[in-house]
C-alpha cells in the first residue's frame, strides 16, 4: 500500500511526458506544415509575378495597337488572370500527377488549392479595387502620400486625365505621359526634358547598364496589391494573411549604347575576316545584343545579352577576367564573389527573374510609311520611326523606269500652327536645278552617283530657311525627315521598292551637312532607301551647352543626329573615303534572320572600306540633350516589392 502512491506518480510522470511528447510532436508536425505552406506561398508568388512580367507586355501593345480602347483582351483583369494561368496558381497538383501517385482519393490539406476565380479577386489596386491597379501619375497623386507608400514610389508622371482613368483599368504607354515635377532621381530640367529625362537605373543583376548609373529613360509605373494566405474553416488559420505592395514599371529606354542589336552582333571582326583595328576603335561603356561573339573588348566594360554571348578567349570586363563560362554554375558564384556583388560586368537577360528586357523592333517597317497622314494606330506611331518625321518628302513622278531620277516631289511639313502644309515641286515649273535661277536655296535636288545611281540630294543646311520662306516651322519642330517613293502616284515611271533597294531605285545623298548647329533638337533622316554620305556630317559643335541638360560643364557637344536606312554608304564615288563615326551603331535586322558586324561600312561603289581606313569612338549617351528625333526603344519591365515599415 505504501508503494502504491510511488507507482502512481511515476506513472503519471510518465504519461505526462508522454502526453508532451505526444504535443511536441503534433506542434512541430503543425509548424513544419506552417512552413510548407509558407514554402508554397512564396514559391507561388514568385511564378506569380514572373507569369505577370511575361504576359504584360503584350497586353500593352494590344491596347496601344487599339488606341487605348476598353476592351476585356487587354484589361489589367486580362493580365493578371493569364499570369495565373501561366503560373498554375490555382492547383497545388495537378489531377493527373494526383492519380499517378496513387493520391487521387486521398483528402486534400493544401490551402493552396483555390478556384482560380477567388484567386484573382486576392489581386487589387492600393485601394482594393479588384482586377485594378494605382498608376503612378499625378492625379492618384494623394493615395501615394499615404503614410503606407510615401517616399516608397517612383516620381510620378502626368497625361490627360482620360487616360489616368484609363491607365488604371488597363496599360497606358504613351509619349503624352511625361514629367512635369522635378522629382529626386530626375537629374535633368524637366521642363526641357519632360518626356526620357537622365534617370538612375535600377537596382538589378541584368547589366544595361551598372545599377544606379544614370540613364536616359523614362520609367512607367503601376502600383497593386496581392494578398497572400488565406483562413481556414472554424475560423483558425492555416498561415497568417499577409498582404503585400507592389511596383510594376516599365521602362522606356532609347537605344543609347555604343552597340546595340536585336539580332546576332560579331564584335571585332570584319566580313574579310580581319579583325578591328584597336588603335582606331574605341567603345565606352556596354554593348547590347540578343546574341553576341565578341572577339575583343575595344575598352567595353560591359556587355549584357538576351540569349547568349561567346567570348573568343577570356576578356577584362570592369576589371574582372570572364571567360566563356561565365554562366556556368559555380564559376558564376565564384566571380560573385571576386566583385563582392551580385551584378556582374556580363549578364544575359534570360537568366533573370522578375524582369523582362525587350527591344522594340520592327525591321523594315521602321522605314516604311504608308501614307503622309498620320498613322491608324498608336503603336505604329510609337514603334515605327517613319511615323515620327515631321517632313515626309516623296517621289511622286520619275524620268522613266529605267532612269529613276525624281521630276516631281510632295514635300509635308508642320506649320507652326501645328498644322500639315504640302509643296509640289515639279521639274520644269516650280522645281528649278542648282543650274536655274533659285535652285541653289532649295534643300532638295537630284544628281547621279559616279556609278549612275540615280539620287534625291538633301541639303540639311538649307531645310530651315526655305521651310520658314513656304509658311512652315523652323527645323527645331521640323527636324525629322522621311525620304521616300510612292509608286501608286505614278506606276508607269515608278519603281516598286524592295527590301533591300535594288541599285536602280533611287536612292538618296546627305550634302552639306557639316554644321547642324540649327537644328537645337538634333536631326533625323529616316528612308527605306539607300542613304549616301556625300561629304562631311555634323562636324560643327554647338557654342553653348543645352540648358538643363546634365551634361558637365567644358563638354563638347553636337546636335543629336541619327540615319535610319535601308543601306548606308560613304561617299557617292569609287574612291575609298576614310569614315569616322563618334557615337552610337545599332542595326534594324532582327533577330533570327543574320549576323550583324557592325563595322562592315561600305562606300559609294559598293566596296568595303578598309579595315584600316575606319575609325570609330563609340560611347553612350549621357544626357537626354543628346537624345535625336528618331530613335529606336528598349522595354525594361520590372516588379519589384514596396519596402514595409
Known amino acids: 500500500m505504501a508503494a502504491l502512491p510511488v507507482v502512481s506518480a511515476?506513472?503519471?510522470?510518465?504519461?505526462?511526458?508522454?502526453?508532451?511528447?505526444?504535443?511536441?510532436?503534433?506542434?512541430?508536425q503543425d509548424q513544419l506544415a506552417k512552413a510548407q505552406l509558407r514554402i508554397d506561398y512564396q514559391q507561388r508568388e514568385e511564378s506569380l509575378l514572373r507569369g505577370l512580367v511575361a504576359a504584360f507586355p503584350q497586353?500593352?501593345?494590344?491596347?496601344?495597337?487599339?488606341?487605348?480602347?476598353?476592351?476585356?483582351?487587354?484589361?489589367?483583369?486580362?493580365?493578371f488572370s493569364q499570369a495565373q494561368s501561366m503560373a498554375s496558381v490555382?492547383?497545388?497538383?495537378?489531377?493527373?500527377?494526383?492519380?499517378?501517385?496513387?493520391?487521387?482519393?486521398?483528402?486534400?490539406?493544401?490551402?493552396?488549392?483555390?478556384?482560380?476565380?477567388?484567386?484573382?479577386?486576392?489581386?487589387?489596386?492600393?485601394?482594393?479595387?479588384?482586377?485594378?491597379?494605382?498608376?503612378?501619375?499625378?492625379?492618384?497623386?494623394?493615395?501615394?502620400?499615404?503614410?503606407?507608400?510615401?517616399?516608397?514610389?517612383?516620381?510620378?508622371?502626368?497625361?490627360?486625365?482620360?487616360?489616368?482613368?484609363?491607365?488604371?483599368?488597363?496599360?497606358?504607354?504613351?509619349?503624352?505621359?511625361?514629367?512635369?515635377?522635378?522629382?529626386?532621381g530626375l537629374l535633368a530640367d524637366v521642363v526641357k526634358y519632360p518626356l526620357y529625362n537622365y534617370i538612375p537605373y535600377p537596382n538589378i543583376r541584368f547589366g544595361y547598364a551598372a545599377p544606379g548609373t544614370p540613364i536616359v529613360a523614362k520609367r512607367n509605373w503601376w502600383a497593386f496589391s496581392v494578398t497572400f494566405g488565406s483562413q481556414t474553416t472554424g475560423g483558425k488559420q492555416a498561415i497568417q494573411p499577409l498582404t503585400k505592395h507592389y511596383v510594376l514599371s516599365l521602362y522606356e529606354i532609347p537605344s543609347q549604347l555604343p552597340i546595340e542589336a536585336a539580332t546576332f552582333a560579331e564584335i571585332g571582326t570584319h566580313q574579310s575576316g580581319a579583325a578591328w583595328n584597336p588603335a582606331m576603335i574605341s567603345i565606352s561603356g556596354g554593348v547590347y545584343a540578343d546574341q553576341i561573339s565578341l572577339?575583343?573588348?575595344?575598352?567595353?566594360?560591359?556587355?549584357?545579352?538576351?540569349?547568349?554571348?561567346?567570348?573568343?578567349?577570356?576578356v577584362s570586363l570592369?576589371?574582372?577576367?570572364?571567360?566563356?563560362?561565365?554562366?556556368?554554375?559555380?564559376?558564376?558564384?565564384?566571380?560573385?564573389?571576386?566583385?563582392?556583388?551580385?551584378?556582374?560586368?556580363?549578364?544575359?537577360?534570360?537568366?533573370?527573374?522578375?524582369?523582362?528586357?525587350?527591344?522594340?523592333?520592327?525591321?523594315?517597317?521602321?522605314?516604311?510609311?504608308?501614307?503622309?497622314?498620320?498613322?491608324?494606330?498608336?503603336?505604329?506611331d510609337y514603334s515605327k520611326g517613319s511615323e515620327r518625321c515631321a517632313v515626309t518628302v516623296t517621289a511622286t513622278s520619275m524620268v522613266s523606269l529605267?532612269?529613276?531620277?525624281?521630276?516631281?516631289?510632295?514635300?509635308?511639313?508642320?506649320?507652326?500652327?501645328?498644322?500639315?502644309?504640302?509643296?509640289?515641286?515639279?521639274?520644269?515649273?516650280?522645281?528649278?536645278?542648282?543650274?536655274?535661277?533659285?535652285?541653289?536655296?532649295?534643300?532638295?535636288?537630284?544628281e547621279l552617283t559616279d556609278s549612275n545611281h540615280s539620287c534625291l540630294t538633301f541639303y540639311p543646311t538649307l531645310l530651315d530657311s526655305w521651310l520658314q520662306s513656304q509658311g512652315g516651322a523652323s527645323v527645331v519642330t521640323n527636324n525629322a525627315i522621311h525620304l521616300r517613293t510612292e509608286p501608286a502616284a505614278d506606276p508607269l515611271t515608278i519603281l516598286p521598292?524592295?527590301?533591300?533597294?535594288?541599285?536602280?531605285?533611287?536612292?538618296?545623298?546627305?550634302?552639306?551637312?557639316?554644321?547642324?548647329?540649327?537644328?537645337?533638337?538634333?536631326?533625323?533622316?529616316?528612308?527605306?532607301?539607300?542613304?549616301?554620305v556625300g561629304d562631311d556630317l555634323n562636324v560643327t559643335p554647338a557654342t553653348t551647352l543645352p540648358a538643363g541638360?546634365?551634361?558637365?560643364?567644358?563638354?563638347?557637344?553636337?546636335?543629336?543626329?541619327?540615319?535610319?536606312?535601308?543601306?548606308?554608304?560613304?561617299?557617292?564615288?569609287?574612291?575609298?573615303?576614310?569614315?569616322?563615326?563618334?557615337?552610337?551603331?545599332?542595326?534594324?535586322?532582327?533577330?533570327?534572320?543574320?549576323?550583324?558586324?557592325?563595322?562592315?561600312?561600305?562606300?559609294?561603289?559598293?566596296?568595303?572600306?578598309?579595315?584600316?581606313?575606319?575609325a570609330a569612338d563609340l560611347k553612350p549617351l549621357t544626357s537626354p540633350a543628346e537624345l535625336p528625333p528618331v530613335h529606336q526603344m528598349n522595354w525594361l519591365i520590372l516588379i519589384e516589392e514596396m519596402a514595409r515599415n
Open 59 to 79: 497586353a500593352v501593345i494590344d491596347c496601344m495597337k487599339q488606341n487605348y480602347a476598353a476592351s476585356d483582351s487587354y484589361s489589367w483583369s486580362a493580365v
Open 10 to 28: 511515476i506513472g503519471l510522470i510518465f504519461t505526462a511526458t508522454l502526453l508532451l511528447l505526444l504535443r511536441s510532436g503534433f506542434m512541430n
Open 549 to 614: 541638360s546634365a551634361l558637365p560643364a567644358g563638354s563638347v557637344y553636337y546636335p543629336p543626329l541619327s540615319i535610319f536606312t535601308a543601306e548606308l554608304r560613304i561617299g557617292t564615288t569609287s574612291a575609298i573615303r576614310p569614315f569616322d563615326l563618334h557615337g552610337q551603331i545599332s542595326t534594324l535586322t532582327q533577330s533570327g534572320t543574320g549576323t550583324w558586324k557592325p563595322m562592315d561600312i561600305k562606300s559609294g561603289s559598293d566596296d568595303a572600306i578598309h579595315a584600316d581606313t575606319i
Open 295 to 314: 572577339a575583343d573588348t575595344y575598352g567595353t566594360s560591359r556587355v549584357s545579352g538576351k540569349h547568349s554571348i561567346q567570348l573568343a578567349a577570356p
Open 402 to 446: 529605267v532612269d529613276q531620277t525624281p521630276a516631281s516631289i510632295r514635300v509635308s511639313f508642320l506649320t507652326p500652327t501645328g498644322a500639315t502644309k504640302q509643296i509640289i515641286l515639279q521639274r520644269g515649273s516650280t522645281w528649278p536645278t542648282l543650274l536655274q535661277a533659285g535652285g541653289t536655296v532649295l534643300p532638295f535636288q537630284t
Open 90 to 184: 490555382s492547383t497545388a497538383l495537378p489531377a493527373d500527377l494526383k492519380a499517378a501517385l496513387g493520391l487521387a482519393a486521398a483528402r486534400n490539406g493544401n490551402a493552396a488549392d483555390s478556384d482560380a476565380g477567388l484567386i484573382g479577386t486576392w489581386i487589387t489596386s492600393l485601394t482594393g479595387a479588384v482586377g485594378c491597379v494605382t498608376p503612378g501619375t499625378t492625379d492618384y497623386r494623394d493615395i501615394f502620400n499615404d503614410p503606407r507608400f510615401a517616399g516608397k514610389t517612383p516620381p510620378l508622371l502626368t497625361c490627360a486625365s482620360r487616360l489616368q482613368d484609363a491607365d488604371a483599368q488597363r496599360p497606358i504607354v504613351s509619349r503624352t505621359k511625361t514629367y512635369s515635377e522635378q522629382s529626386p
Open 318 to 380: 570592369s576589371g574582372t577576367t570572364v571567360g566563356n563560362d561565365f554562366d556556368q554554375a559555380g564559376v558564376r558564384e565564384g566571380l560573385q564573389v571576386q566583385t563582392n556583388s551580385d551584378v556582374l560586368p556580363v549578364t544575359l537577360s534570360a537568366n533573370t527573374g522578375r524582369l523582362n528586357f525587350q527591344p522594340v523592333q520592327r525591321g523594315v517597317q521602321f522605314l516604311e510609311r504608308s501614307a503622309d497622314a498620320p498613322s491608324a494606330n498608336s503603336w505604329d
Open 497 to 532: 521598292l524592295t527590301d533591300p533597294p535594288l541599285p536602280d531605285h533611287m536612292a538618296v545623298i546627305i550634302r552639306k551637312g557639316k554644321d547642324l548647329t540649327p537644328y537645337t533638337a538634333g536631326l533625323a533622316v529616316v528612308s527605306p532607301h539607300r542613304i549616301y
